[in-house]
């Protein structure tokens, strides 16, 4: 679902992917607008679903998950098809679940303590889906992970610019 959103908006959401504890005033006075004004702005976000929830990002080294993997794999379309893979989308250790084009049928990205802990997620999986073929690869170290979403408006490639920004210059 693609949604109509103006420049306010898009500033609204780059400011909130930054910090969701952003206070309304806070928010407001960088967009140029009174707070409850951006308060039924967000309110409307949430409504259309644009915003789909806030959350915290705990730092994964330290409740010592500090192996990232991918796991790739392609999946026998049988009886055990459509449960596994609501399964495996549900298990805690997986942290996404793409179904992709292409080699794979799937990619899934975990945090684990040990090759130890990788191998019974593995172990797991398999045991939820009938696995045909699969590739696991360890990160050697995270370069970029949990950027914000690009909101940046297509026509114009930039976010309207904040009444700060604009009367400073």
Known sequence: MTTT???????????????????????????GLTAPS????????EQRGVIRRYTIEVD??????TMTA??????????????????V??????????NVAGE??????????DP????????RIRSRLTVLRSVTMIALATLKEGGPLNVLNP?????AKSRRQRTTK
């Open 5 to 31: 959103l103006d420049d306010t908006d898009r500033k609204i959401l780059e400011l909130l992917q930054r910090d969701a504890r952003m206070t309304n005033a806070a928010v407001a006075a960088e967009v």
């Open 38 to 45: 951006v308060f039924e702005r967000i309110r409307k976000l």
């Open 60 to 65: 994964p080294a330290a409740v010592g998950k």
């Open 70 to 87: 991918f796991i790739r794999f392609t999946a026998a379309t049988d009886e055990k098809y459509g449960p596994g893979v609501e399964a």
């Open 89 to 98: 989308s549900c298990d805690p250790d997986v942290l996404e679940l793409y």
């Open 104 to 113: 794979d049928c799937f990619i899934i990205k975990t945090r684990v303590s």
């Open 116 to 123: 130890g802990e990788l191998h019974i997620l593995l172990n």
């Open 155 to 159: 026509e114009t490639g930039s976010v």
